[in-house]
């Protein structure tokens, strides 16, 4: 521990020798106004376009960190009253040998050219908007924050690409209903443009983005010479109707197979002024959305899932950035919705919905020329019931979760040099009888005028009111804390970092928020080493020597030391590979696996020994027709003769520019793996077992063209395991050999499956509107016999187990104000 602070101190002192004294210069270009708008025909050559300066001279990010871009660059921009518009010629020494794959519309990096335009209209440096398209015309679009990139933010704008005898050519016209400015006369932005020239793997920026620098937005140039701008009434409407028929074999008396429903609703876009923003969905369909990758979780801690729900992925960088925020809390399974034991014996549970249903949810959000944006979220909840019989047939109902308002408040202050100050407060209110639960935060980020060094520090405070027993007239309050404090040197070949953050016992943001475990301190500290540059047979290198520290934060103890070195390198076949070293040097405590409590503090302890494990992973050059991916690790602890080893293998085939394939591997045994098994009395007893997990998925994608695409996503989720020995786990933590012979009804073994299908068609028929065609297939892991040591006859058994099928379709059409009301004009 000792040597690494003498590391970060020596770091210090040679990073502040080599500190440069001079901040780069921003370019700069302008921007003319037209009285005729160009026609979109993906070739800037109209008059209009000369003239407009050229921003010219790009500079290479990668793989050349500042060197001159290999291929000319001109880029000319327009506006008028209604758009802004972008013209780039990109010159090619070899046009036969410009890449062009097709892909889905925000699919991102391609075996594709790509163009992108990215405008801070606000000049805080730490918000654009992105516009990028390739040489086969396909668009992406997103926002970029300080939190970092929102991909699924979805704007709607024109472009056009063309190919001509010396390169290809861009045209874009980006709408002012699509992006956000400060109601000024004259205007300056913030942008940059970017050009990808695959072959190379070069990434080059018209001002230079320097990858030895902490930032891209305030790495950006200026453009000036915008004046008279007028913020269009900002309206869309995005009526939906969807039809689903869902079958599943229920063979029950009183139950059907197949059920048909019959959707509408309708998303809500309102510009309140220049600045802010409402969204609103109104019956909400989300029965599209990509279908959950569930696991087998065998530890004391919730799984955390991904947010497939477009209305919640899109336009919600403010609320996530304190990371209070977890919007899958909204719809989510209702709060008592498997505490229905307390009912007499026989009864039986006939309907027990798993999700809670959204009645509607609503955003609005923006930020003012001030730089102080402001977020605010609400969603509604409505009341959710499990139906059950007695035994004598009565039929009743039981409210598992009441209805309940979400609300999210966000204040974000951006002040100079990337630096920023955010307030967040998370809101639940549940109906009479029910626990309400608020959380509030503050975190700033402080950096130095270079950007170079960065002090990040929050604290939050959570509050559960009337949770569990309550007193007659009487109101309970339960308290919970945490902060994180980090300082670091965040730019140049030598960076180093110094954290510690702390969770009390009783800080709980689980409401509307994720939090894996409280009760918890943990001190790091890393230095790092990194070449930007290419040498030797290097584009690139990252080194990372570190040191993590855990403890309990009550009662206070010491729980787990963690040494480890990372490196990872570029080679200038752009083959990336790079490995870890981790060291346990000492017996660690987990405090959580004996699932032992007391006045919701652990009280039980199970002692893991020392180990060290080593992994790496090697990723080939994407631009091949078939590339792959592998990665490959191994713990080994000596004392338990404990092993755990895993492998992933991940091919991939390019047929042409149309169809892709994607197939994934994982395999990972857990050998001797120890953990809670049961309670017999006061004792606690482990038991040692060998956990297989094999997840395979395929994904395949055919293009249609820059509109329409077909895709495929398979998994199947297979892990199994079974107790072989038990242990009594003794009050140091150790174990002891223990005879023992479970209850009635204890599960010795586990043998969990998952099997998924979606089969998605999608039509972009017009701007924003998008026709969807759906197949879904899901199999219940528990209703198909068990095969724990055959994967092939597991995978059979499958097969023939009852299955899911649910086919929809889904039509959202996209009508603008502006569009509409030029429409009626003309």
């Known amino acids: 521990m000792r040597t690494l602070f003498l590391l970060l101190a020596l770091s210090v002192s040679i990073s502040g020798l080599r500190a440069q004294s001079e901040t780069p210069v921003k370019k700069q270009t302008g921007a003319v106004r037209t009285a005729t708008p160009p026609k979109l025909d993906g070739l800037p050559n109209e008059e209009m376009w000369q003239l407009a300066p050229a921003a010219v001279d790009f ?21 008028d009253d209604e758009a802004v518009y972008i013209g780039a010629m990109l010159f090619d020494t070899a046009p036969d040998s410009i890449l062009s794959q097709l892909s889905q519309r925000d699919g991102g990096q391609v075996n594709a050219d790509m163009f992108g335009v990215y405008l801070d209209t606000y000049q805080d440096k730490q918000n654009a908007f992105g516009f990028e398209i390739s040489t086969s015309g396909v668009q992406t679009d997103f926002k970029l924050t300080s939190n ?52 190379y793997r070069e990434d080059a920026f018209w001002n230079f983005i320097d990858s030895s620098k902490q930032g891209f937005v305030n790495q950006f140039g200026e453009i000036t010479g915008i004046s008279g701008l007028k913020a269009p009434l900002r309206l869309s409407l995005m009526p939906y109707i969807s039809g689903y028929a869902n079958h599943y074999p229920e063979n029950q008396p009183g139950k059907k197979n197949l059920t048909t429903t019959l ?30 990758a569930r696991v087998l979780n065998l530890s004391p801690f919730e799984v955390r899932f991904n947010e497939n729900r477009q209305f919640f992925t899109e336009g919600t960088e403010l609320f996530n950035k304190a990371g209070l925020f977890y919007s899958r809390r ?18 039986t549970i006939l309907e027990n919905p798993e999700k809670t249903n959204l009645v509607n949810a609503t955003k609005i959000s ?4 001030k730089g102080l944006g402001i977020g605010l979220f609400n969603a509604v909840t409505r009341n959710t019931y499990a139906t059950l019989q007695t035994p004598e047939g009565e039929k009743f109902e039981v409210l598992t979760d009441p209805i309940t308002n979400y609300s999210v408040l966000v204040l974000d202050q951006s002040l100079p040099y990337g630096s920023f100050v955010t307030f967040t407060n998370t809101n639940v209110t549940r109906g009479a009888g029910f626990y309400n639960a608020n959380v509030t935060g503050l975190m700033t980020r402080l950096a130095n005028k270079k950007n170079s060094y960065a002090l990040n520090l929050r604290g939050n405070l959570s509050q559960r009111y009337n949770k569990g027993e309550v007193a007659p007239d009487g109101e309970k309050v339960e308290l919970g804390h945490a902060y994180y404090a980090n300082f ?89 590979l790079g490995t870890t070293l981790a060291w346990l040097p000492l017996d660690n405590y987990n405090y959580f696996e004996p699932r032992s409590y007391q ?64 197939y994934r591997l994982n395999y990972n045994l857990d050998y001797r793996n120890f953990g809670y098994a049961a309670r017999s009395g006061q004792d606690i007893v482990f038991g040692v077992r060998d956990v297989n997990t094999v997840n395979n998925t395929l994904s395949g994608t055919y293009i249609f063209n820059a509109r329409t695409a077909l895709n495929v996503n398979m998994r199947h989720y297979w892990s199994t395991y079974t107790f072989h020995d038990y242990f009594l786990l003794l009050e140091d933590g150790n174990l002891q050999a223990l005879d023992f012979k479970p209850a009635p009804g204890f599960t010795n073994s586990r043998n969990f499956n998952a099997f998924n299908i979606d089969l998605v068609y999608s039509w972009r028929f017009a701007p924003g509107s998008e026709l969807s065609i759906v197949w879904k297939n899901a199999i219940d892991s528990d209703l198909f016999p068990t095969e724990r040591n055959n994967y092939q006859r597991n995978f059979q058994n499958i097969l023939q187990a009852k299955q899911l099928n649910s086919f929809s379709v889904k039509v959202l059409y996209y009508l603008d104000y502006q569009v509409l009301r030029r429409a009626l004009k003309s």
């Open 148 to 199: 970092g990139d929102e991909r699924s933010w979805d704007a709607v704008w024109q472009s056009s690409v063309a190919r001509h005898p010396q390169g290809w050519a861009v045209e874009l016209r980006i709408p002012y209903s699509a992006i956000r400015f400060p109601k000024q006369d004259v205007q300056t932005w913030g942008i940059n443009f970017w050009r990808g020239t695959r072959r």
């Open 599 to 662: 006045d919701g503090v652990p009280n039980r302890k199970f002692r893991t020994p020392s180990g060290w494990e080593i992994s790496g992973y090697l990723s080939s050059d994407y631009r091949k027709k078939f590339a792959f991916d592998i990665n490959s690790g191994i713990f080994r602890s000596a004392e338990y003769d404990q092993r755990t080893t895993w492998i992933s293998i991940s091919p991939r085939v390019r047929v042409n520019d149309h169809l892709q394939f994607v």
């Open 263 to 292: 959707n509408g609703g309708m998303d809500i876009k309102y510009g309140i002024n220049d600045a802010f923003t409402l969204d609103m969905t109104l019956v909400p369909d989300f029965g599209q959305a990509q279908s959950d």
């Open 488 to 576: 670091g040197k965040t730019s140049g070949n030598f960076q180093f970092t110094v954290a510690h953050s702390a969770e009390n016992h009783t800080y709980d943001i689980d409401d509307l928020g994720y939090l894996s475990n409280n009760n918890n301190i943990q001190n790091s500290a890393n230095v790092r080493y990194n070449i930007y540059k290419p040498f030797w047979k290097l584009n690139n290198m990252y080194n990372t020597l570190g040191v993590q520290q855990r403890m309990l934060y009550k009662p206070w103890a010491y729980r787990e030391v963690v040494y480890f070195l990372e490196s990872n390198v570029t080679t200038k076949n752009f083959i990336s």
């Open 59 to 79: 500079i290479q990010s990668n793989p050349a960190n500042g060197s001159p871009a290999r291929q000319r660059t001109e880029v000319r921009v327009l506006y």
């Open 330 to 347: 909204i719809g989510g399974a209702p709060i008592q919705g498997v505490n229905l034991g307390n009912y007499t014996e026989g009864t």
């Open 366 to 369: 923006g930020r003012t020329n």
